[in-house]
Every structure is written in structure tokens, then in C-alpha cells.
């Protein structure tokens, strides 16, 4: 939803704010009794400089929404939400992890790739985030198929929508901090001890199954993943 808002002025061929963003955040302005937009306007410089300022687009991606027009929203009051004016919803259908706002949607990585390779013309991208939280199981399954399941639709990003997608990073290698969790939460394929002075780390199935995909180069191989013992 906030896409645009950081991507727009770096990658589109206008360099400037999306225009459903400025015409947006306009009207809900003069709503509030604003005299102008409450958004700054980039200025002719600013967007000279800022236009083509990367070498390459990083993406973050867990989760996707069900997104629609929010028919409650009345826009009185100044606020992010206020200004995006949709409501975000859930398919039950989708597996959930630990964290109630990540569910198990992998169409959503490709969907969002096929989205910027058309809006922004197929920029250099690398996946600098990907990954499942869930509460420490060390046959973590879940995790498995949620890495297996977004792989999948990379490759067909890669493969069949032509999507300049040049590295993938898995978050993360080892369970550590995550944000206002704290250590309740854990995303890596390693788990660490946090009791343990040592902060001693073991390999999950995950990080055997993410082997074998390394390995084969291919995520379409039937991966004979060996569970760890938790005896």
C-alpha cells in the first residue's frame, strides 16, 4: 500500500509522488478543513535528483491482503489510515504463522513483481526479505511449505513473466530479535539457545530442506526433507 510512496519518485518515468497518492491525500485534506494537501509537493529539483537514484530495487515481502474501498472511513481525521482508505482483510484459506498479520500467500510475491516489472519497467530486483515467523518448532513444516510455495512463484516470475529478479534472501538465517516480538518470534532457519551463554544454534528441517533446494538449483524436486529428532 505504501509502495508507490518510496518507489514512485526513484523508479517511475515521471520521478514523482503516484498520483492516486497525491490526489488522495488532497482530497482528504480539504475534507479536514486543510487550506492546501498536507503532502509536500517534490520539487523540480528534488525530482532530478531523486529519479533513477538506485541501482536496484530491495523488496520485503511476507504477506499479501484482500484489499477494498473502506465505505466507514470518514476521513476527518489526519492519519496514514485515513488516507489510504481501504480495508484489509484475509482469505481464511491461508495458512497462518505466529504473527496474525502474516499469512501464507506466496501469489502475492509474483503478483508484486509482475506489478513492477509493468509499472516501473522491469527494474534490476533482489528480494532482500522472505520469510515465516512461527513460535520455535524445530520441525518446522509451516515454514517449509511457505519457503517451497514462494520460491515456486519466483521462478515463475523469473522464468515466465521475464522479471529482472537477480538475488533472494531468506529471512532469516538464525532466530534473533524481531522488532516489537522481541525473541518470542521466530523466523530463522537456525534456532539459538538465548538461555544458553553460548547462544547455541541448531539446524531446523528448514534449513535441511533449504539446502537440498540450493543444492538442486530447483524447487520443483520432490525434497526428501529428514525432520530433526526432538528427543
Not at 488532497?26 to 486543510?34: R, T, V
Not at 534490476?124 to 512461527?134: Q, R, W
Not at 519457503?147 to 521462478?155: D, K, N, V
Not at 539459538?192 to 537440498?212: G, H, I, M, W
Request: net charge positive; glycine share 6%.
Amino acid at each position: 500500500m505504501t509502495f508507490g510512496w518510496w518507489a514512485n519518485p526513484i523508479f517511475h518515468r515521471s520521478g514523482d509522488y503516484p498520483y492516486l497518492m497525491k490526489s488522495r491525500v488532497k482530497f482528504s485534506s480539504h475534507l479536514q478543513n486543510f487550506s492546501a494537501t498536507r503532502l509536500p509537493p517534490l520539487s523540480s529539483d528534488e525530482i532530478k535528483q531523486i529519479k533513477g537514484s538506485a541501482d536496484f530495487l530491495g523488496i520485503n515481502y511476507y504477506t499479501g491482503y484482500i484489499v477494498s474501498n473502506d465505505t466507514n472511513s470518514t476521513n476527518l481525521t489526519p492519519s496514514f489510515e485515513n488516507d489510504l482508505n481501504v480495508k484489509r482483510e484475509y482469505n481464511p484459506e491461508w495458512r497462518s504463522s505466529s504473527l496474525p498479520d502474516l499469512k501464507d500467500y506466496p501469489d502475492g510475491l509474483r503478483d508484486i513483481l509482475k506489478w513492477t516489472k509493468e509499472k516501473y519497467k522491469n527494474p534490476l530486483v533482489y528480494i532482500t526479505e522472505n520469510g515465516f515467523a512461527d513460535n520455535g518448532e524445530v520441525n518446522d513444516t509451516n515454514r517449509i511449505n511457505y519457503l517451497r510455495g514462494h520460491l515456486s512463484e519466483l521462478q515463475k516470475a523469473i522464468v515466465l513473466d521475464h522479471c529482472k529478479v537477480k538475488a533472494y534472501s531468506v529471512w532469516s538465517l538464525m532466530d534473533n530479535f524481531a522488532g516489537r516480538e522481541g525473541y518470542a518470534t521466530k523466523f530463522g532457519l537456525y534456532s539459538v539457545n538465548f538461555k544458553d551463554p553460548f547462544k547455541t544454534r541448531s539446524p531446523k528441517a528448514s534449513a535441511a530442506f533449504y539446502k537440498n533446494v540450493i543444492d538442486a538449483k530447483s524447487v520443483t524436486i520432490n525434497v526428501d526433507v529428514q525432520l530433526v529428532s526432538t528427543e
